[in-house]
Structure formats: structure tokens, C-alpha cells
């Protein structure tokens, strides 16, 4: 689709490895933390990453040698003779990265917060996109070089 080949093994250990850590610690790791949406559009792509209950001004959005990164931090206000019984609503900082592929305009890069849903519009090159190929008429002589 967009960001990169997608590898079954590297998918699977990610997979079993986000599976042991809310084991381990009783709490999801960084992806299930941020779940996130791609969709590919007809000039761009188009993730959304969930992210409620987070200060807009902590998101924060990069772009490295193809690596777009969104981090964000989430944090529990308790009052002083607050007791916490219960906790299943991750806090802290976390971070999501995704490989882009080169076939998207890394320069042009947009994000926007709403409703606790961060929004990224990535461009698609001019150079990637689909195009029609025009199809010249000739006669049959010149076409096969006769």
C-alpha cells in the first residue's frame, strides 16, 4: 500500500511481542497505545491515530530520512486524597513509528487534531501517481520495422 513491503514474520513477532508485554506489565505497548488507521487516497495517504484524553500541545509529529514519528503524552490528574483502584487506561509517553515510502512527499507533510483523533495527510508524489499512457497511431510497417 503506502508505507512499506509488509514482512509476515516482522508482522507475527510484533504481534506476539505486543501480546507479552500487556502480560507482563498490564498494559498495552506502544501500538496497541496508539492504534492507527491508514487509508490510501487518490493523491494521498491518510492516517489516523487514535490518541483520547491527550493534551494537543504534547503530540508532537517528525519526519527523519523516511521515518515519520508521532509521539504524545497522556497523564492521570489525581487529587491529593485520590485512591486509584483501577488501572486499565494507559498513561505516560508513547510513540508510534511508520516507514514511508519514497513515493510520498515527506516535505509536505500535514496534521490536525479533533476529538481525540490525530489526523496526517501525507501527499503523493506527481512522479507515483497513476497516469494514462497515450497510445500513438502508426502504420503497420513502422511498428514492425519493415
Known amino acids: 500500500m503506502l508505507?512499506?513491503?509488509?514482512d509476515p514474520?516482522?508482522?507475527?513477532?510484533e504481534r506476539q511481542?505486543?501480546?507479552?508485554?500487556?502480560?507482563?506489565?498490564?498494559?498495552a505497548s506502544e501500538r496497541g497505545a496508539m492504534p492507527m488507521d491508514g487509508v490510501r487516497r487518490k493523491d494521498d495517504v491518510l492516517l489516523r491515530f487514535d490518541l483520547p484524553g491527550v493534551d494537543p500541545d504534547s503530540i508532537e509529529v517528525t519526519v527523519?530520512?523516511?521515518?515519520?514519528?508521532?509521539s504524545a503524552r497522556r497523564e492521570e490528574e489525581l487529587a491529593e486524597d485520590d485512591r486509584m483502584f483501577v488501572r486499565?487506561?494507559?498513561m505516560g509517553t508513547f510513540t508510534r513509528r511508520v516507514y514511508l515510502s519514497e513515493h510520498l512527499d515527506a516535505d509536505a507533510i500535514e496534521a490536525a487534531y479533533n476529538n481525540g483523533v490525530l489526523a496526517v495527510r501525507i501527499p503523493v508524489l506527481e512522479q507515483a501517481k497513476p497516469r494514462k499512457v497515450e497510445i500513438k497511431r502508426a502504420?503497420?510497417?513502422?511498428?514492425l520495422g519493415r
Open 3 to 6: 508505507l512499506t513491503t509488509i
Open 9 to 13: 514474520f516482522v508482522q507475527e513477532f
Open 17 to 27: 511481542f505486543d501480546r507479552l508485554t500487556r502480560q507482563m506489565w498490564g498494559q
Open 64 to 70: 527523519d530520512r523516511g521515518v515519520l514519528s508521532v
Open 88 to 90: 486499565e487506561r494507559v
Open 139 to 143: 502504420d503497420k510497417k513502422a511498428i
